[in-house]
């Protein structure tokens, strides 16, 4: 009897375990938001670079900053789309928080789908023609079906590729618009460095082959020499200028690429953000611990990346 008591209190935990509570979702929030302030404070980085860019070549100041106010600008989408994500992942944590997985709960859902949608200026209601109206369909579609969910679970799992379709036009809409001032602040630096040692460059070959001609010269007429000397000084100097220019171009080039690193690894982590949410349905489903590992590893790098750009 005491052997069978012994099964039964253990079978009642195995189904009270089975049948466990939701677990946490605030780490996911927490972690959406440390994300939003990480974009934020990543443009801000790579808009003062871009705005002090000009000292590089000396002239030219105002283009620059004016290219920085447009990084900024444009920059100001892809914040204002993190904080929209923010609020999404606070509202479903709230959601899960409460411990309801009834209708009522499922409908908040889609609510919170819907309200993503329309901070990302994506018309659900009216969709355009185009690209852009074949998104919002899409989006209506599968908000439709979450709400027809019968549990938080399967409302979480239907929103996930809405949530993908979602991170993907973050990514992609704010992303060009952004490289393409990068890339014109790049394209400008090159050319103004460049053109500030043009004089040299030319000269440099002309020198280089009276250099040899009088050492040449020099050989056969030590009276040369003097002059062989003042021509080697010329030359080192034509040289020193040059080795400058190159400097200038590798700086250049090196805040070029850093910018363009934080760009990439921005998009890289909206990504990671809808893969943190896919988790989230399967640590809902499964009643196991929420982790957001690769959300925080991701937040790291952004962060590293925002440093290194700062102290260009």
Same mark, same amino acid.
């Given at each position: 009897?005491?052997?069978?008591?012994?099964?039964?209190?253990?079978?009642?935990?195995?189904?009270?375990?089975?049948?466990?509570?939701?677990?946490?979702?605030?780490?996911?929030?927490?972690?959406?938001?440390?994300?939003?302030?990480?974009?934020?404070?990543?443009?801000?980085?790579?808009?003062?670079?871009?705005?002090?860019?000009?000292?590089?070549?000396?002239?030219?100041?105002?283009?620059?900053?004016?290219?920085?106010?447009?990084?900024?600008?444009?920059?100001?989408?892809?914040?204002?789309?993190?904080?929209?994500?923010?609020?999404?992942?606070?509202?479903?944590?709230?959601?899960?928080?409460?411990?309801?997985?009834?209708?009522?709960?499922?409908?908040?859902?889609?609510?919170?789908?819907?309200?993503?949608?329309?901070?990302?200026?994506?018309?659900?209601?009216?969709?355009?023609?185009?690209?852009?109206?074949?998104?919002? @369909?899409? *989006? #209506?579609?599968?908000?439709?079906?979450?709400? +027809?969910?019968?549990? &938080?679970?399967? =409302? $979480?799992?239907? !929103?996930?590729?809405?949530?993908?379709?979602?991170?993907?036009?973050?990514?992609?809409?704010?992303?060009?618009?952004?490289?393409?001032?990068?890339?014109?602040?790049?394209?400008?630096?090159?050319?103004?460095?460049?053109?500030?040692?043009?004089?040299?460059?030319?000269?440099?070959?002309?020198?280089?082959?009276?250099?040899?001609?009088?050492?040449?010269?020099?050989?056969?007429?030590?009276?040369?020499?003097?002059?062989?000397?003042?021509?080697?000084?010329?030359?080192?100097?034509?040289?020193?200028?040059?080795?400058?220019?190159? @400097?200038? *171009? #590798?700086?250049?080039?090196?805040?070029?690429? +850093?910018?363009?690193? &934080?760009?990439? =690894? $921005?998009?890289? !982590?909206?990504?990671?953000?809808?893969?943190?949410?896919?988790?989230?349905?399967?640590?809902?489903?499964?009643?196991?611990?929420?982790?957001?590992?690769?959300?925080?590893?991701?937040?790291?790098?952004?962060?590293?990346?925002?440093?290194?750009?700062?102290?260009?």
């Amino acid at each position: 009897m005491l052997h069978l008591s012994w099964w039964k209190w253990v079978l009642l935990a195995l189904t009270v375990g089975g049948c466990g509570a939701l677990p946490d979702a605030k780490p996911f929030a927490e972690a959406s938001h440390t994300l939003a302030m990480s974009v934020a404070s990543a443009g801000q980085a790579v808009a003062d670079s871009l705005g002090e860019a000009g000292a590089l070549t000396e002239s030219d100041d105002a283009a620059y900053k004016a290219r920085a106010d447009k990084f900024r600008a444009a920059w100001g989408e892809r914040v204002a789309a993190s904080r929209a994500v923010a609020v999404y992942s606070e509202s479903i944590s709230d959601l899960i928080s409460a411990g309801q997985e009834g209708g009522e709960t499922v409908k908040k859902v889609g609510d919170a789908l819907s309200g993503l949608a329309g901070a990302l200026n994506i018309p659900l209601a009216a969709p355009a023609v185009g690209v852009a109206g074949d998104v919002a @369909r899409f *989006l #209506a579609d599968r908000i439709a079906t979450v709400r +027809a969910s019968d549990r &938080l679970e399967t =409302a $979480l799992a239907k !929103a996930q590729p809405a949530v993908d379709r979602l991170a993907e036009r973050i990514a992609t809409e704010t992303d060009q618009p952004l490289r393409s001032v990068l890339d014109n602040t790049y394209k400008t630096q090159r050319g103004q460095i460049t053109d500030k040692y043009d004089a040299q460059q030319n000269q440099l070959q002309p020198f280089e082959m009276k250099r040899s001609e009088l050492a040449s010269q020099a050989l056969a007429n030590t009276d040369v020499l003097p002059v062989l000397l003042q021509h080697d000084q010329a030359l080192a100097s034509l040289r020193s200028r040059l080795a400058e220019r190159d @400097r200038l *171009l #590798a700086e250049a080039s090196m805040a070029y690429k +850093a910018r363009l690193q &934080l760009l990439n =690894a $921005l998009s890289a !982590a909206t990504i990671t953000w809808a893969q943190s949410h896919r988790d989230l349905a399967v640590a809902v489903k499964q009643k196991r611990k929420v982790t957001v590992v690769e959300l925080q590893a991701t937040i790291s790098e952004l962060k590293s990346l925002s440093k290194k750009v700062s102290e260009l």
